[in-house]
């Protein structure tokens, strides 16, 4: 049994990189770039005017002749004499001889000519070209996440197709004679199999959309020939169930079996304790234990980091934030315990209904309090640190 | 021009809930609730063991016979002696003439007959029939968001269908003559068209997959003509560009003469200000700046909450969050200010980058800082009201 904080840095040394692809940018949300990306043109292009107004070169005119009209997408490069100005819109390109924009707002305007009530500094709602960035320049260095805004940036420069990791493949194995699935109707001593949703759910959450789920009866041949398979077909391999000490759990036998190497088993933690994590070649499995809650608050621990450290992203592990405590906590279990809680800006409430089996607490949670295994008592009032799951 | 307080209540006020649909759990995550959720079962369905142990029934007795096994998924039902005990693991059914369950760890176990070292107390490790929830009783009420979590607490009940807002059809417009697609060639006065896959990317955050993007020529009969269409179609429009006061923007022409009733037109506010609010029936229009960063900005401030609200989310406005400030801030405008900008637990610094062209600063913002519009200057160290948009 090995301590969370052993178990975090276990994981993350293992969650290697995924290898690159080239995507469309249109599809890019939520990638990580694998290279830097550069620049194919100035940006702006032009010279833009940044109001609508008129362009003139500035002096000490207040009186301008109207010689044209330059809207956007336009590209008439008036010839201006020092006593002409033209027409220009919002992003228009604005004609060499003229170096300022006033906008319509501070001239008084006949059909063809303008006198400038209020004078703008020289180079004013000008924007420069490149002034944004220029051709060549660095637009995004490695490991930057794809966000709607990064994706505009990209459009507006005219890239297309841009380099990322690879999200993994993800495979879920649910094992358990107990389980039936809904919509079925539920025999004597059986339940309805849930984790597979809620795990294939959890994912979708991160950008992982394509999951393939499979079904196992509990016994050492059917689970070790399923595992043959999926190890092969996938780079992350999310087990529920069998993994406990039970006599009829075959998950960790049929993993060694099919060549897994084992990282770590169970982790001194409540709940969430019967958890097997382990390496085959790229291939990461981890066998969570078959409890609801239990096999959520690993995901939320330990996989969610691990498939986004392979997607590449940086700040792998979520984000922890302190909150003070609204109610005591104690804990003599000698264990790190995760509580289903509800934060707010300011305090955190732990919530009812702590138990391995049951989600009702977890589907109103947005954070997971963290009770690390030496301490024993938290009084309200006092601050704790939580993994925010929202 | 109306205050920015002003538009999002407007916007609130037209942002009415979207129809009902009965859609499977499998695909719910992200929709909201429109009906309450009643249990067709009690959870667990019968008396579950909680540990991998045996049951027998509490007495002061130490030593026991075995006289059978229950695997979970098992539903032998073992007629006991008081001298007797069953072999049993988690999740298995508990014989009804057992009341207790001691953990494998505490008793000595010969092949047929246990002596319990620790006695636990009375139906210690038994999860009673219907602890979790019971049958008829209320699982989630309307209203309630579907999380990885609540999708995991449904499946374990057996429901397999349940009735949700519907997500609203969202089309995006956009005007523009100066705009060129990203990877054609880039004419001399033309810019890249990037505001319609930033949207698009920025819906598809909120859960909104399916956008049908439009694009039109700058003048009113094409204007109007694709409005028709797309007013008809869709429970949300965005319009992009063609909003400013520019002699060439048709956009608010076309709106009215389609029947669109102008809401508001104009915010106080930087960037951003170019916005026309307008609804036509249910469908409700935001005609954006064209400007990318405004565009975004204005998003995030008003399109994602009503999208929100349409689609039953009772939390609609991005939860507000308060930090020190690291930079000074000044703000002569008399406008309400959002300000890209780089929050962490306790403190924001204002990025470089705030033009209304660039998205530059957006890409590596995680919120916006709002600087009201009768506030002149913010100090380093004082707090201020941040929207997280990460």
Same mark, same amino acid.
């Given at each position: 049994?090995?301590?969370?904080e052993?178990?975090?840095?276990?994981?993350?040394?293992n969650s290697?990189?995924m290898?690159?692809?080239?995507i469309p940018?249109?599809?890019?949300l939520?990638?990580?770039l694998?290279?830097k990306v550069?620049?194919?043109?100035?940006?702006?292009?032009f010279?833009?005017?940044?109001?609508?107004?008129?362009?003139?070169?500035h002096?000490?005119?207040?009186?301008?002749?109207?010689?044209?009209?330059?809207?956007?997408?336009d590209?008439s490069?008036?010839?201006?004499?020092?006593t002409?100005?033209?027409?220009i819109?919002?992003g228009a390109y604005?004609?060499?001889?003229?170096?300022?924009?006033?906008?319509?707002?501070?001239?008084?305007?006949?059909?063809?000519?303008?006198?400038?009530?209020?004078m703008?500094e020289?180079f004013?709602n000008v924007?420069n070209?490149?002034?944004?960035?220029?051709a060549?320049?660095?637009?995004?260095?490695?490991?930057?996440l794809i966000?709607p805004?990064a994706?505009g940036?990209?459009?507006?420069l005219g890239?297309?197709?841009i380099?990322?990791?690879?999200?993994?493949?993800?495979?879920i194995?649910?094992?358990?004679?107990?389980l039936?699935?809904?919509?079925?109707?539920l025999?004597?001593?059986?339940?309805?199999?849930s984790n597979?949703?809620m795990l294939?759910a959890?994912?979708?959450?991160?950008?992982?959309? %394509? =999951?393939?789920?499979?079904?196992?009866? *509990?016994?050492?041949?059917? $689970?070790? !020939?399923? &595992?043959?398979?999926?190890?092969?077909k996938?780079e992350?391999v999310?087990?529920?169930?069998?993994?406990?000490?039970?006599?009829?759990d075959?998950?960790?036998?049929?993993?060694?079996?099919?060549?897994?190497?084992?990282?770590?088993?169970?982790?001194?933690?409540k709940?969430?304790?019967?958890?097997?994590?382990?390496s085959?070649k790229?291939?990461?499995?981890?066998?969570?234990p078959?409890n609801?809650a239990?096999?959520?608050?690993?995901?939320?621990?330990?996989?969610?980091?691990?498939?986004?450290?392979?997607?590449?992203?940086?700040?792998?592990?979520?984000? %922890? =934030?302190?909150?003070k405590?609204?109610n *005591?906590i104690?804990?003599? $279990?000698? !264990?790190t &315990?995760?509580?289903k809680?509800?934060y707010?800006e300011i305090?955190?409430e732990?919530?009812d209904?702590?138990?391995s089996?049951?989600?009702?607490?977890?589907?109103?949670a947005?954070?997971?309090?963290?009770?690390?295994?030496?301490?024993e008592n938290?009084?309200?009032g006092?601050?704790?640190?939580i993994?925010?799951?929202d």
């Amino acid at each position: 049994m090995i301590k969370v904080e052993e178990a975090i840095a276990i994981i993350e040394a293992n969650s290697t990189k995924m290898p690159w692809k080239s995507i469309p940018v249109s599809k890019a949300l939520g990638y990580v770039l694998a290279e830097k990306v550069i620049s194919p043109i100035n940006m702006p292009p032009f010279r833009q005017s940044a109001m609508d107004g008129y362009a003139f070169k500035h002096g000490i005119r207040h009186q301008y002749d109207i010689v044209g009209i330059s809207q956007a997408g336009d590209h008439s490069n008036f010839k201006l004499k020092p006593t002409e100005a033209v027409r220009i819109f919002t992003g228009a390109y604005v004609p060499n001889d003229a170096d300022t924009v006033v906008m319509q707002e501070h001239v008084m305007a006949s059909e063809d000519s303008i006198l400038i009530a209020k004078m703008p500094e020289p180079f004013a709602n000008v924007r420069n070209k490149g002034e944004q960035i220029k051709a060549n320049d660095v637009v995004f260095e490695a490991n930057t996440l794809i966000t709607p805004a990064a994706i505009g940036f990209l459009a507006c420069l005219g890239i297309t197709e841009i380099t990322v990791y690879k999200k993994p493949k993800v495979a879920i194995l649910v094992t358990g004679n107990e389980l039936v699935k809904p919509g079925k109707k539920l025999s004597k001593g059986k339940i309805y199999e849930s984790n597979s949703l809620m795990l294939q759910a959890a994912l979708q959450t991160i950008g992982i959309n %394509k =999951i393939k789920v499979h079904t196992v009866k *509990d016994n050492l041949k059917a $689970t070790k !020939k399923a &595992l043959q398979f999926i190890l092969k077909k996938n780079e992350i391999v999310l087990i529920s169930g069998g993994i406990s000490v039970g006599d009829y759990d075959f998950v960790k036998e049929a993993l060694l079996k099919n060549g897994v190497e084992e990282l770590f088993y169970k982790i001194n933690q409540k709940p969430g304790k019967p958890m097997f994590f382990g390496s085959k070649k790229d291939t990461l499995v981890f066998a969570l234990p078959g409890n609801p809650a239990s096999s959520l608050t690993n995901f939320y621990i330990y996989v969610y980091s691990a498939v986004k450290n392979r997607m590449g992203f940086s700040n792998t592990n979520l984000l %922890k =934030i302190v909150r003070k405590l609204d109610n *005591d906590i104690v804990n003599n $279990t000698g !264990k790190t &315990l995760f509580l289903k809680a509800l934060y707010n800006e300011i305090s955190v409430e732990i919530l009812d209904g702590q138990s391995s089996a049951m989600l009702n607490s977890f589907a109103v949670a947005n954070g997971l309090v963290i009770v690390p295994e030496d301490v024993e008592n938290i009084k309200k009032g006092e601050l704790v640190t939580i993994l925010p799951i929202d």
